[in-house]
Protein backbone atom coordinates (compact mmCIF):
# COMPACT_ATOMS: atom_id res chain seq x y z
CA UNK A 1 0.00 0.00 0.00
CA UNK A 2 1.34 3.68 -0.78
CA UNK A 3 -0.09 6.41 1.03
CA UNK A 4 1.01 9.98 -0.04
CA UNK A 5 -0.38 13.55 1.82
CA UNK A 6 0.04 16.21 -0.62
CA UNK A 7 0.25 19.87 0.36
CA UNK A 8 -0.40 22.63 -1.23
CA UNK A 9 -0.97 26.16 -0.87
CA UNK A 10 -3.02 28.12 -3.64
CA UNK A 11 -2.98 31.60 -4.69
CA UNK A 12 -6.32 33.25 -3.21
CA UNK A 13 -7.91 34.13 -6.31
CA UNK A 14 -7.38 30.59 -7.53
CA UNK A 15 -9.11 28.74 -4.70
CA UNK A 16 -12.67 28.21 -5.51
CA UNK A 17 -11.31 26.61 -9.38
CA UNK A 18 -8.64 24.37 -7.49
CA UNK A 19 -11.33 23.31 -5.09
CA UNK A 20 -13.17 22.45 -8.15
CA UNK A 21 -10.83 20.56 -10.09
CA UNK A 22 -9.53 18.63 -6.94
CA UNK A 23 -13.15 17.49 -5.97
CA UNK A 24 -13.01 15.93 -9.62
CA UNK A 25 -9.68 14.51 -9.58
CA UNK A 26 -11.23 12.78 -6.51
CA UNK A 27 -14.31 11.56 -8.26
CA UNK A 28 -11.99 10.63 -11.54
CA UNK A 29 -9.34 8.52 -8.69
CA UNK A 30 -11.84 7.09 -6.85
CA UNK A 31 -12.95 5.27 -9.82
CA UNK A 32 -9.35 3.73 -10.67
CA UNK A 33 -8.87 0.28 -10.14
CA UNK A 34 -5.87 0.72 -7.74
CA UNK A 35 -7.19 3.48 -5.64
CA UNK A 36 -8.19 2.49 -2.25
CA UNK A 37 -8.86 6.42 -1.17
CA UNK A 38 -8.36 9.70 -1.93
CA UNK A 39 -9.49 12.89 0.12
CA UNK A 40 -9.19 16.10 -0.68
CA UNK A 41 -9.10 18.66 2.56
CA UNK A 42 -9.12 22.54 2.83
CA UNK A 43 -7.95 23.59 5.85
CA UNK A 44 -11.01 25.74 7.51
CA UNK A 45 -8.94 28.08 9.34
CA UNK A 46 -6.68 29.40 6.09
CA UNK A 47 -8.73 28.53 3.02
CA UNK A 48 -5.63 28.56 0.64
CA UNK A 49 -4.46 25.43 2.40
CA UNK A 50 -5.19 21.95 0.81
CA UNK A 51 -4.09 18.42 1.40
CA UNK A 52 -4.41 15.48 -0.82
CA UNK A 53 -4.44 12.02 1.06
CA UNK A 54 -4.02 9.44 -1.46
CA UNK A 55 -3.83 5.98 -1.13
CA UNK A 56 -3.16 3.42 -3.46
CA UNK A 57 -2.61 -0.53 -4.05
CA UNK A 58 1.16 0.17 -5.47
CA UNK A 59 3.71 2.38 -7.62
CA UNK A 60 1.92 0.85 -10.62
CA UNK A 61 -1.37 2.10 -9.56
CA UNK A 62 -0.08 5.96 -8.96
CA UNK A 63 1.77 5.66 -12.67
CA UNK A 64 -1.56 4.83 -13.89
CA UNK A 65 -3.01 7.54 -12.04
CA UNK A 66 -0.62 10.17 -13.63
CA UNK A 67 -2.06 9.33 -16.94
CA UNK A 68 -5.10 9.60 -16.64
CA UNK A 69 -7.29 13.15 -17.56
CA UNK A 70 -8.59 14.11 -14.10
CA UNK A 71 -4.77 13.62 -12.58
CA UNK A 72 -3.58 15.93 -15.79
CA UNK A 73 -6.27 18.73 -15.53
CA UNK A 74 -5.47 18.72 -11.39
CA UNK A 75 -1.90 19.30 -11.96
CA UNK A 76 -1.76 21.78 -14.34
CA UNK A 77 -4.53 23.51 -12.16
CA UNK A 78 -1.74 22.84 -9.23
CA UNK A 79 1.31 24.20 -11.09
CA UNK A 80 -0.78 27.29 -12.67
CA UNK A 81 -2.67 28.56 -8.82
CA UNK A 82 0.21 27.37 -6.25
CA UNK A 83 1.30 30.28 -4.45
CA UNK A 84 4.75 28.17 -3.33
CA UNK A 85 5.78 24.34 -4.97
CA UNK A 86 3.74 21.85 -3.51
CA UNK A 87 5.13 19.13 -0.74
CA UNK A 88 4.46 15.45 -0.47
CA UNK A 89 5.29 13.43 2.73
CA UNK A 90 4.94 9.28 2.23
CA UNK A 91 3.42 7.15 5.12
CA UNK A 92 3.65 3.45 5.96
CA UNK A 93 0.21 2.36 7.62
CA UNK A 94 0.33 1.07 11.08
CA UNK A 95 -3.61 0.97 11.73
CA UNK A 96 -5.57 1.51 8.34
CA UNK A 97 -9.36 1.02 7.73
Not at 27 to 49: C, H, M, Y
Amino acid sequence: MKINFVHLDIKPECVERFAAVCVANHDGSRLEPGNIRFDVLQNKDAPTKFTLCEVFTSDEAIAFHKTTAHYKAWAEAAAECSASPRSKTGYKALAFN
